[in-house]
């Protein structure tokens, strides 16, 4: 079986509780995860987001969740690719001040 392979992305999940009370996670995926959660969530009752690059999990029964926002976060270059681009810049602005 081929491993899937995605690009990392990092969102920000802003859950609103039942009481009101609102608060912020980080989660090591897009915000297209957003219809998978929904449905894995009707399925279980149970919300489950997953942070791959801090190593943690959280599951918030949905009983206690009036609703839920994924805004993705800006990201940044891999280093590898920063690389690259930094070295394309330097010959760019190179060629400009010729």
Not at 9 to 30: L, Q, R
Not at 44 to 65: A, H, T, Y
Request: aromatic fraction near 8%; include cysteine.
């Amino acid at each position: 079986m081929t491993e899937r392979k995605f690009p990392k992305v990092t969102s920000k999940v802003i859950i609103t509780f039942t009481d009101g009370e609102v608060v912020e996670y980080m989660i090591t995926a897009g915000a297209g995860i957003s219809r998978y959660l929904a449905d894995n969530a009707t399925e279980s009752g149970v919300l489950c987001f997953w942070d791959k690059d801090d190593r943690s999990s959280i599951s918030i029964p949905v009983s206690q969740i009036r609703h839920y926002r994924i805004e993705e976060q800006p990201q940044q270059p891999e280093p590898e690719m920063k690389e690259q681009l930094d070295a394309l810049l330097e010959r760019f602005n190179a060629l400009g001040a010729e």
